[in-house]
């Protein structure tokens, strides 16, 4: 037990969960039918990736907020095995192992 | 909805399950390391605990820790947590067609436990919603299938996480391996070749703007490959539908 529990806090995370239901049901709360533009179907066929890779290439290539200075970086690595072992083999579970093996010894022993 | 008995009876629950297995090991990694952050910054037990069963979003969650721990307004953890969570609203207005039959308390609760991995691996095996009551329940138990792993794994890491506590060091970076899933995922979404330029030009943005506050750059960067592509789209690919199947 590191903090002690105030009612703020719980509030707060009460607050949150209320901001998850609304994101991943925003529309489909109401009951009335919206009619969705054409543009808008297409879009749908690019947001997904952009959000994934939105979130994930900060993660890889950043430290800090900053841009990794050189490529000592044992994320850089471990990504690009990663996504070499999906493109070859087509899993999800081998792109996260044969990536973990990349990263684990270069982080531990190197401290890259 | 794996309460559902009637649900789970369904051979699609089957399925589901199946086709999120092996994403479960990296989601769960994911969650031990959230477990372990939220009680080495100082969260208590029973805070985390709630955090972990009821909001149930890694990526809000641990974009909260540091302003709950620094005592940040009501009103800016909400936001910082709804910017995050934006890419939800997006996947809810795909998921509607799919949902729209159910009564609303049903919707929502599937709405609610559909996280990044589950919806995509669900829009991925069902590109159109049903038309058919029997296409209807093999969808919705497969969606539910899927997310069940999800939440099983997810809820099950978080609280060995909190367990764990202080025993992991940080330093191990164990919390990579959800981000190597992540990588996978957007690897098996790279399904045309607009779509892997969303994914540079996505990835490019967020790199360029992550000094806006609340994690904007999520945001700046999803509209502007969705803009971009749209744009290309519009003026060099003459048949958007057929490349989108490569």
Not at chain 2, 143 to 167: D, E, F, K, Q, R
């Amino acid at each position: 037990m590191s903090g002690s529990t105030d009612w703020w806090t719980l509030a707060v995370i009460v607050g949150l969960a209320g901001v998850t239901v609304l994101t991943r049901c925003f529309f489909f709360i109401l009951d009335r039918p919206w009619g969705l533009p054409d543009w808008a179907h297409r879009a749908l066929h690019y947001a997904p990736i952009a959000a994934l890779a939105g979130v994930v290439i900060p993660e890889i290539v950043m430290t800090s907020g900053h841009l990794v200075p050189n490529l000592h970086d044992a994320r850089i690595y471990a990504a690009v095995a990663g996504a070499a072992y999906y493109f070859w083999k087509r899993g999800v579970l081998g792109t996260m192992l044969v990536g973990m093996a990349v990263y684990l010894p270069l982080h531990l022993r190197l401290a890259w | 909805m794996f309460f559902l008995s009637s649900i789970r009876r369904e051979p699609m629950f089957k399925e589901g399950v199946r086709n999120m297995a092996p994403v479960a090991m990296g989601i769960g990694a994911w969650g031990l390391m959230t477990g372990v952050a939220m009680v080495k910054s100082g969260m208590s037990v029973i805070e985390a605990v709630a955090m972990t069963l009821l909001v149930y979003a890694g990526s809000s969650q641990l974009a909260a820790i540091p302003l709950l721990v620094a005592g940040a307004p009501f009103w800016v953890v909400l936001a910082t947590g709804f910017c995050v969570n934006l890419r939800f609203v997006v996947f809810s207005l795909h998921l509607r067609p799919y949902l729209m039959y159910m009564p609303r308390w049903r919707r929502m609760t599937h709405g609610y436990l559909t996280a990044d991995m589950s919806y995509a691996m669900f829009t991925s095996h069902y590109p159109e919603p049903a038309s058919t009551d029997e296409q209807r329940r093999a969808q919705e138990a497969y969606l539910t299938g899927g997310y069940c792993v999800t939440w099983v794994s997810w809820m099950g890491m978080s609280l060995i996480g909190i367990a764990l506590g202080n025993l992991i060091p940080q330093s191990w970076g164990l919390g990579f391996a959800g981000v190597l899933s992540l990588v996978g995922i957007l690897c098996s979404m790279a399904t045309s070749r607009l779509r892997v330029l969303a994914a540079l030009i996505a990835g490019a943005t967020a790199v360029a703007a992550y000094a806006l506050p609340l994690k904007l750059n999520i945001v700046v960067a999803i509209g502007v490959a969705v803009l971009l592509c749209f744009w290309i789209e519009k003026g060099f690919v003459p048949n958007p539908a057929a490349e989108d199947d490569v």
